[in-house]
């Protein structure tokens, strides 16, 4: 149980485009899913976090409206990287909180998502 | 906010020797401590996490003790094996469903 997915698991674009990443949870329900980011041999660093229903909290930095945040459901939450540059390559990982059903503190985190930007 | 940090950076074991790693955070509302592997290029993977109300769990070879008081907790792997070789992450948050905070990651590296 507590399987989350990412699509796609990589992806290459061209500097100025956007693209899209997917964060599905697959057997639970989560309100609230996490968007992290990861350069080469460092730790995570969130991003922001993404409530059902509601706008996304972003973390200090974040700039909202470069990383657009949707969670239109309980089960899937949506990241997208505007105009990308190279500066935004990056490993891109979700995670999500069960809404019920033991702990709910518990983050479970999708296989990542690699942004090459060139 | 929060602030984690984690010691070693990197850590080399041989094959059967225990490995330890520690954390201290600076929240002392932090309540929830999980610990985290991350292989090559994967996910991170939950290995073992604590709540502030006990002061020690074990999972076969992979325990967390925590020092409330302190504001630091500990992984220790014993008879380590290659495949334990990874990054190790730990993080603290405040409960339900709060934003966890990791520290900097240990690569360990097991010899064999």
């Known amino acids: 149980g507590a399987v989350v997915s990412q699509h796609p698991s990589w992806v290459i674009c061209k500097s100025g485009t956007s693209v899209k990443i997917e964060c599905r949870s697959l057997?639970?329900?989560?309100?609230?899913m996490f968007w992290y980011r990861q350069f080469p041999k460092q730790s995570l660093m969130l991003m922001a976090t993404s409530n059902e229903g509601s706008k996304a909290t972003y973390e200090q930095g974040v700039e909202k409206d470069k990383f657009l945040i949707n969670h239109a459901s309980l089960t899937l939450s949506t990241l997208t990287v505007t105009s990308a540059h190279p500066e935004d390559s990056s490993f891109y990982i979700c995670?999500?909180?069960?809404?019920?059903?033991?702990?709910?503190?518990?983050?479970?985190f999708g296989p990542g998502t690699r942004l090459t930007v060139l | 906010g929060e602030n984690v940090e984690q010691h070693p950076s990197t850590l080399s074991v041989q094959e059967g020797d225990s490995a330890v790693i520690k954390c201290t955070y600076s929240d002392s509302a932090s309540n929830y401590f999980p610990w985290y592997k991350q292989e090559l290029g994967k996910r991170p993977q939950l290995i073992i996490d604590?709540?502030?109300?006990?002061g020690e769990k074990k999972d076969q070879r992979i325990a967390v003790t925590l020092n409330k008081t302190a504001k630091h907790f500990s992984l220790h792997i014993t008879e380590t094996q290659p495949e334990d070789s990874a990054v190790y992450f730990c993080?603290?948050?405040?409960?339900?469903?709060?934003?966890?905070?990791f520290g900097a990651g240990t690569i360990l590296r097991v010899k064999s």
């Open positions: 604590i709540r502030s109300n006990v």
């Open positions: 993080a603290a948050s405040r409960q339900n469903g709060n934003k966890l905070v």
């Open positions: 057997d639970f329900q989560a309100t609230t």
């Open positions: 995670s999500a909180s069960p809404l019920a059903g033991g702990q709910v503190d518990t983050q479970y």
